[in-house]
């Protein structure tokens, strides 16, 4: 069974730092294209950041370039992200999310307040 | 960035009526390899996001065949035969083709 199970959120005060972590199980980790995926409160669905399999190649959304790294142990089968200088409006839940969606973790809130 | 225009905001529907979802894309979706990677998500009150839909029209596995997903370039549907009271929740689509992959901004669909 596929499961991805993220980790590391929390309440953190503007200009922090926080590294969240995805752990994958249930198939080939190192096969598979990963991203996070964020949602603020209410709101709808953002994608921040892709990885290719072997990690050579990653993406970010504007809103995130320059403060936040993806990167992955394909030997731990684990998805992190590592985020600087955060934001009120980093405010949200994450996730991490298998190629194109097809499989999503159950989110880890991160919560950016003074 | 692509921007996803979903509509309607809202969809009241009555249990085993039929309902249907828009949503359209500022720029075609057809990628350079000939496939559209518009993607159709459903995410139920206090879960994750489940993907429905891919490659346009192609279920996942396990999804009811209820749904059905239809369109091409830049204009596309979601479509729920009759729908049952578990599909209540907001429904996203998403396209894959340009980076950064974007969302539409969601569909509520409830219960008349």
């Known amino acids: 069974e596929v499961q991805l199970v993220e980790s590391g959120g929390g309440l953190v005060q503007p200009g922090e730092s926080l590294r969240l972590s995805c752990e994958a199980s249930g198939f080939t980790f190192s096969s598979y294209l990963m991203n996070w995926v964020r949602q603020a409160p209410g709101k709808g669905l953002v994608w921040v950041s892709r990885?290719?399999?072997?990690?050579?190649?990653?993406s970010y959304a504007d809103s995130v370039k320059g403060r936040f790294t993806i990167s992955r142990d394909n030997a731990k089968n684990t998805l992190y992200l590592q985020m600087n200088s955060l934001r009120a409006e980093d405010t949200a839940v994450y996730y991490c999310?298998?190629?194109?969606?097809?499989?999503w973790g159950q989110g880890t809130l991160v919560t950016v307040s003074s | 960035d692509v921007v996803m225009t979903q509509s309607p905001l809202s969809l009241p529907v009555t249990l085993g009526q039929p309902a249907s979802i828009s949503c359209r894309s500022s720029?075609?979706?057809?990628?350079?390899?000939?496939?559209?990677?518009l993607n159709w998500f459903q995410q139920r009150p206090g879960q994750s996001p489940r993907r429905l839909i891919y490659?346009?029209?192609n279920r996942d596995s396990g999804v009811p065949d209820r749904f059905s997903g239809s369109g091409s370039g830049t204009d596309f549907t979601l479509k729920i035969s009759r729908v049952e009271a578990e599909d209540v929740g907001v429904y996203y689509c998403m396209q894959g083709t340009h980076w950064p992959f974007t969302f539409g901004g969601g569909t509520k669909v409830e219960i008349k």
């Open positions: 999310a298998r190629g194109l969606g097809i499989w």
């Open positions: 490659k346009v029209s």
């Open positions: 990885i290719n399999s072997d990690g050579s190649s990653t």
């Open positions: 720029q075609s979706l057809v990628y350079s390899d000939g496939n559209t990677y």
